[in-house]
Every structure is written in structure tokens, then in C-alpha cells.
């Protein structure tokens, strides 16, 4: 069972910016294809935010943090990152990383996903206040 491990959650205001970071150990690292990031807010679905392809280096993102959120791969670290900007109060939610080892996952612009997602993180709360 891979694990995946969130951290740089926080409350910020409304225009500031986070970082998350979501560690794997080596191994999972090595073998992992698909990276990402989702969210949940109270009372809605889990959306899917930003997605990176470890063979091609290839990133997606969902219109809603699209030019606001950026996706990162440090393989030296075993890290991926989350850098987000211009937070808005409607970016208050869980934020969780995940992974895949196989053919991984499809993001949409609209936030779904086709495709199966492996691995998930415990999540990490991101509060943004106005």
C-alpha cells in the first residue's frame, strides 16, 4: 500500500498563496505514472484540480485553478507540489494528494476524471477568509 503524505495546509486570505507538498516513499515514487491533486468541500463532490504524467512530464488542470494553481514534480525529493495563487474563499475545501501506478487517471477541464485512481492522501485543510 502506497502512502501519501500532505502537508503545507493552512488559512490564508483571500489573494495569498499556499504551497502543498505530498511525499511518497522511494519505491512508490519510482513506479508511480500519474500524480495529482483533488479537493472536497463540505456537502460536494471531490473535485479534481491539477495532474501531472511522470513519462511525458505533461500537466492538466481544471478551468476553476487554471493560471492560479501550479503542479510540480521533484523526483529527487520524492515530492509533488501544489503551489496555488490568488486563493479565493471558494478554494476552502480538503485538499488530497493521489497517485497511480498504472494507467492512471484523465482530468477534465470541468474537474472529473475518467480513469482510476490508485493511491490517496489523508488530506490537508486549506482555509481561505475574505
Known amino acids: 500500500q502506497v502512502q501519501l503524505v500532505e502537508s503545507g495546509g493552512g488559512s490564508v486570505q483571500a489573494g495569498g498563496s499556499l504551497r502543498l507538498s505530498c511525499g511518497a516513499s522511494e519505491y512508490a515514487h519510482s513506479s508511480t505514472t500519474t500524480w495529482g491533486w483533488f479537493r472536497q468541500a463540505p456537502g460536494r463532490e471531490r473535485e479534481g484540480l491539477a495532474v501531472?504524467?511522470?513519462?511525458?512530464?505533461?500537466?492538466a488542470y481544471a478551468d476553476s485553478v487554471q493560471g492560479r494553481f501550479t503542479i510540480s514534480l521533484d523526483n529527487a525529493k520524492n515530492t509533488v507540489y501544489l503551489q496555488m495563487n490568488s486563493l479565493k474563499p471558494e478554494d476552502t475545501a480538503t485538499y488530497y494528494c493521489?497517485?497511480?501506478?498504472?494507467?492512471?487517471?484523465?482530468?477534465?477541464?470541468?474537474?472529473?476524471?475518467?480513469?482510476?485512481?490508485?493511491?490517496w492522501g489523508q488530506g490537508t485543510q486549506v482555509t481561505v477568509s475574505s
Open positions: 501531472i504524467y511522470t513519462r511525458s512530464s505533461g500537466t
Open positions: 493521489a497517485s497511480a501506478d498504472d494507467s492512471g487517471w484523465l482530468l477534465m477541464r470541468d474537474g472529473t476524471w475518467k480513469g482510476l485512481v490508485g493511491n
